[in-house]
């Protein structure tokens, strides 16, 4: 069990991984050793997963999400599987731990009486400044 919250978790035997070629300059590696890793997370199978958060998790996940509600995160940031696994898992804990963050909901208050009157003084004062502009420039005639 990978903990994500408090009473959120994901089962390690939820996540499958497999290992694909990678695209992209890698010298002679790169069409030998399959260090590419796909990661697949049914979010919609999920048992220890709470309802709110797979909602949420749908939501977030956007693009990586298949029509059968599976999650897919492809890494081949690294030359190495290992550092490609730590770093698709990584990817996945964050999706989920964004996912189980419940917002607080925002509750309208009213303006204090003091920051209405400074709201009013504010415009009046900038009103009079204005008003002064309007009148046409007194001419001296001698």
Do not use: C, H
Not at 16 to 31: D, I, K, L
Not at 74 to 101: F, G, H, K, M
């Amino acid at each position: 069990m990978i903990p994500i919250a408090p009473r959120v978790f994901l089962d390690e035997d939820e996540i499958v991984e497999t290992f694909v070629r990678a695209s992209g300059p890698g010298g002679q590696n790169v069409n030998k050793v399959s260090t590419a890793v796909q990661l697949r997370f049914d979010v919609r199978g999920s048992k220890t997963l709470p309802d709110w958060v797979k909602e949420k998790l749908e939501r977030l996940a956007g693009r990586r999400l298949t029509n059968e509600g599976v999650i897919v995160i492809v890494a081949q940031r690294y030359r190495t599987q290992e550092r490609n696994r730590e770093d698709a898992l990584a990817r996945l804990v964050e999706l989920v731990r964004q996912a189980s963050v419940v917002e607080v909901t925002r509750r309208p208050t009213r303006p204090t009486l003091g920051s209405q009157k400074r709201r009013l003084e504010t415009k009046a004062r900038r009103s009079g400044i204005k008003a002064g502009r309007q009148g046409k420039p007194v001419r001296d005639e001698d």
